[in-house]
């Protein structure tokens, strides 16, 4: 996830401090003596954006004990700056409970409450993160960040309806984003929609054609057609993108075993196996054609070729 940009209620409480630092310094100087506890200096992690509860370095002493994961401790206020970082470390139960500290304190900050939706999402919590994301949504309607992973939310409980709703209105605020027509895709496939899934994932790889997961998507949906010379093309498009993820080298070692060239699949089913030895479908998969001969009078593979070919058909020049 992308640095958040300070917002305007950050800058406006950030310039407050620096005035105060000022004055503090000014005070210093001319008495020739510390305040007492406290230094003058903001203190703040390197590279680290001010926070709206950020303070005039710390005359507290540390607390006696540290608070259990999950639990905010009352007596201390919680910084946007804390919590993402608790986040940021996939510690999300104790985030979204920081979260919801903060969001308590703020409720109308929308990125408060997106991160909530967040870290709630990761922690399996989906009804809280629902509700996050919509509190957001309530303060900022154009927040297409919080459209898109409330999407996420309805696809995951199994609601792709209320995904596509959620995508439409993304769609509308950035229709740039290949992020977007990707799980646009995904949204239209649960729902049984595959044409335009599929159509949905050409427009995603057209718009980033670095998009490993959308190649194999569309890779899958060929297959399911039917489409195995498609498919095989979208999936070696995948893995020469990803080739440590070991599901797309498993999906392309099916279109080829489908298509005849049990060769090449065997070496995919064993790239799979070499990606993640815990991967047990394609190790079953590699145990159930090894040592086949592929189909005769197939030309030779070359799937630098089918690649190119595949490529040439969908991306949009």
């Not at 304190?105 to 922690?123: E, F, I, R, T, V």
């Not at 995904?163 to 027509?181: F, G, I, K, M, P």
């Not at 498919?231 to 440590?244: E, N, S």
Request: proline share 4%; hydrophobic share 45%; with cysteine.
């Amino acid at each position: 996830m992308r640095c958040i940009e300070m917002d305007h209620e950050r800058w406006e409480v950030w310039k407050g401090h620096i005035a105060v630092a000022m004055l503090l310094a000014i005070a210093i100087a001319l008495s020739a003596c510390k305040v007492g506890g406290v230094d003058g200096k903001v203190t703040l992690d390197k590279g680290q954006a001010p926070d709206t509860q950020a303070t005039l370095g710390s005359a507290v002493a540390a607390p006696a004990s540290t608070p259990a994961a999950g639990v905010v401790d009352p007596a201390e206020p919680v910084t946007f700056a804390a919590a993402e970082a608790v986040y940021r470390d996939g510690r999300y139960d104790e985030a979204a409970a920081m979260f919801t500290s903060y969001t308590a304190g703020k409720p109308n900050n929308a990125w408060g409450q997106y991160m909530l939706g967040l870290a709630a999402w990761k922690a399996g919590d989906a009804e809280r993160s629902e509700t996050a994301f919509r509190k957001a949504l309530e303060i900022d309607p154009k927040h297409v960040k919080s459209w898109v992973n409330l999407s996420r939310v309805y696809l995951d409980v199994g609601q792709p309806d209320s995904a596509l709703d959620c995508l439409d209105q993304a769609r509308a605020l950035d229709s740039t984003s290949a992020e977007v027509y990707r799980l646009l895709g995904r949204a239209r496939a649960e729902a049984g929609q595959t044409d335009d899934a599929i159509e949905a994932y050409r427009t995603a790889v057209t718009l980033d054609d670095q998009d490993a997961w959308s190649f194999n998507n569309i890779g899958l949906l060929d297959l399911d057609q039917g489409l195995t010379g498609d498919a095989v093309g979208a999936l070696a498009r995948a893995v020469d993108l990803r080739p440590d993820v070991a599901t797309f080298h498993n999906n392309l070692g099916m279109a080829l075993e489908q298509t005849g060239y049990f060769a090449g699949a065997q070496d995919q089913y064993r790239l799979a196996v070499q990606a993640d030895s815990s991967y047990q479908k394609a190790a079953a998969n590699l145990q159930r054609i090894d040592g086949w001969k592929d189909k005769q009078d197939l030309p030779p593979l070359d799937l630098p070729g089918l690649e190119q070919k595949f490529l040439d058909q969908v991306i949009r020049r």
